[in-house]
């Protein structure tokens, strides 16, 4: 073995970090929870919705199915979800980041 060669040190070199794990816990459930009441809103089956599926081409959300959508996630995360941030919501995915933000700025939010 090479000068200064460590065997624990290497062997822990090969296990992937838990740093920031706690987010990336938190951020999966607030995935599966906006999925699921995506799903909910829409009648489709959960396992059919990804972070890319549009939210009016793909599941045929009106106007009225959004709202429906947005009071449900500002019910579940405690979040307000104003007009304007509303509008720049076209997937799933713009979706889970508008509510992560919304979460990470407001103390009184709450994740799944």
Excluded: W
Excluded at 18 to 32: F, I, K, Q, S, Y
Excluded at 56 to 74: N, T
Excluded at 90 to 102: F, H, K, M, N, P
């Amino acid at each position: 073995m090479p000068d200064g060669y460590n065997a624990t040190r290497s062997r822990h070199a090969l296990l992937p970090s838990l740093e920031g794990a706690d987010d990336l816990l938190v951020n999966t459930a607030r995935t599966h929870r906006i999925v699921a009441i995506v799903a909910e809103v829409t009648l489709r089956d959960a396992s059919q919705i990804s972070t890319s599926t549009h939210l009016y081409a793909d599941l045929g959300l009106d106007s009225l199915s959004a709202l429906e959508l947005l009071v449900a996630i500002e019910d579940a995360f405690a979040v307000d979800i104003d007009d304007e941030a509303a509008k720049g919501v076209r997937t799933v995915g713009d979706l889970i980041a508008l509510v992560s933000e919304l979460t990470r700025a407001n103390p009184r939010a709450k994740d799944a």
